[in-house]
């Protein structure tokens, strides 16, 4: 387990000034209580890790204090920047969630930017709210708990079931899943089963699903027009919110030159605090699906965990 040292907590009356150290903070539900960037927002709590001090004091040759890029805790041990949304830290019961790495520089008219001539905190600071409200003290460490994405993943098919060939949809979701997340340098914990087409038994997987919290949920089969073909009709209900662009888009861009694309009745979206995705069972139609998929998933995850980040 990664730890960071607190090495200086520090507090600010205004937006866009440097903050000063104080020998504690007291976060609560809104953020740093008496910071001027409390509220009900997600960029409640700045942190800045000195690895991102000491390379803007070499570049530049000149001694910064903590605080003075504004950030409320300044750290030593992880790079910040290397972080992403969703990963938390932890002191004690005090808890923290990344909400975004870096923010929009306001350059001159940042009080900031005039008197240092250049931050870091756009590139290299991170920006958390609070899940658990406690009190922070220099010297305190943090717990790194990086964002483990729970996915899981459930192929319908008689014939595969019966062992009479090999499932290879079910495998080619996580193989494109795989390459996603090591490419966003994320976590990620599989789950995945091969069924009849069965709706009861697909409904007692999804409903498992939504009550251990996946965070994605992909099913494979099921989404044609045959006798045997329920899946859509089996999550539908279950869904909170449906999200018909992606797939309305999907059956168009390859339904123009293939108009058997069009059959798909393939659905997606919010179940519970899960993002649930019904592809075809073709590892063709997989490949084409997934990639418009991942092109959002990310933007999506965010979204469900109350990160709006427009």
């Known amino acids: 387990m990664k730890t960071l040292q607190i090495l200086s907590v ?3 009356e205004k937006k866009g000034t440097s903050k000063k150290p104080v020998n504690l903070i007291n976060l609560t539900d809104l953020g740093v209580n008496d910071d001027a960037h409390s509220g009900p927002w997600n960029r409640q709590v700045s942190l800045l890790g000195m690895e991102s001090i000491r390379k803007f004091e070499m570049e530049t040759g000149r001694k910064v204090t903590p605080g003075e ?5 300044t750290t030593e041990g992880v790079e910040l920047w290397k972080m992403n949304p969703l990963d938390r830290l932890r002191c004690g019961e005090t808890e923290l969630e990344v909400t975004q790495i870096g923010k929009e520089c306001h350059g001159t008219s940042c009080a900031i930017f005039k008197e240092v001539g250049n ?5 290299e600071g991170i920006f958390c709210r609070v899940v658990k409200p406690g009190i922070l003290c220099s010297g305190d460490v943090l717990e790194y708990h990086p964002k483990i994405y729970s996915i899981r ?3 319908l098919s008689d014939r595969a079931s019966r062992g009479e060939y090999e499932d290879k949809s079910g495998p080619r979701i996580k193989e494109l899943l795989e390459q996603f997340f090591i490419l966003h340098s994320s976590f990620f914990l599989f789950h995945s089963s091969l069924i009849p087409d069965d709706p009861a038994r697909l409904r007692d997987l999804l409903l498992t699903a939504r009550e251990e919290k996946c965070d994605f949920v992909f099913t494979t089969g099921g989404t044609g027009v045959g006798p045997r073909d329920f899946t859509p009709e089996v999550v539908r209900p279950l869904l909170d919110k449906e999200i018909p662009g992606i797939m309305e888009m999907i059956r168009l861009k ?3 030159e293939k108009p058997h694309a069009l059959v798909s009745r393939s659905v997606a979206g919010v179940m519970g605090q899960s993002l649930a995705f019904t592809l075809p069972g073709s590892t063709k139609a997989v490949s084409e699906y997934m990639e418009e998929i991942l092109k959002s998933l990310k933007h999506l995850s965010n979204m469900v965990n109350g990160l709006d980040q427009h």
Do not use: D
């Open 10 to 12: 520090n507090i600010s």
């Open 69 to 73: 890029f504004a950030e409320n805790i």
């Open 119 to 123: 931050c870091v905190m756009p590139k």
């Open 153 to 155: 993943i459930i192929t």
């Open 254 to 256: 390859y339904g123009a």
